[in-house]
């Protein structure tokens, strides 16, 4: 990576985000998922969400052809989590808690919240695509807190008085 995209991405990391996992299910039914911090908000109506996923990810064709996924905003008890999604472990779902939801989308155990989605669109992004879903289902835990990252390093947010 060169001098300037170093620098680029160290300002990127100022900025605080969520840490999410995005899981699906394969064209055999199989789950994937991943780590992602590029996630937003775009419309209340209809509930649309964006999120993107670098085209040179094993998981680009996964997330191209399905029809529903999820995205899971992590708490920060989730640290391990996020590791396990980030990482090239080929199966990532075989030591950890979840379940198929009643759209036949993956949903983990114990998040803040997670949102189901239906994709809508798909759109270019230089070395990433953007996907846009529109949230069919969402379900959250008032008493967690969300994990977030910034600069770099897992965090979390706290109001300020």
């Keep these: 990576m060169s001098n300037q995209s170093t620098d680029y991405r160290a300002t990127l990391g100022i900025f605080p985000t969520g840490v999410t996992v995005i899981t699906c299910l394969d064209q055999q039914g199989v789950a994937a998922g ?3 911090s590029s996630f937003n908000s775009v419309s209340l109506e209809p509930k649309l969400i964006l999120w993107s996923l670098a085209k040179s990810s094993s998981l680009i064709t996964v997330f191209e052809k399905t ?3 999820a995205v899971h905003f992590l708490s920060t008890d989730q640290v391990a989590l996020s590791n396990t999604f980030a990482s090239p472990v080929i199966d990532r779902f075989a030591q950890i808690d979840w379940s ?3 759209g036949q989308v993956p949903v983990l155990a114990d998040c803040a ?4 989605c239906e994709a809508r669109y798909c759109y270019e992004g230089g070395d990433h695509l953007i996907f846009v879903g529109e949230v069919i289902h969402h379900q959250s835990d008032e008493e967690k807190t969300a994990l977030a990252y910034h600069r770099g ?4 947010c706290a109001p300020i008085d």
Excluded: Q
């Design 34 to 36: 991943f780590t992602a």
């Design 67 to 69: 029809e529903r996924y």
């Design 100 to 102: 198929l939801s009643e």
């Design 113 to 116: 919240a997670h949102l189901e």
């Design 153 to 156: 390093n897992y965090s979390c």
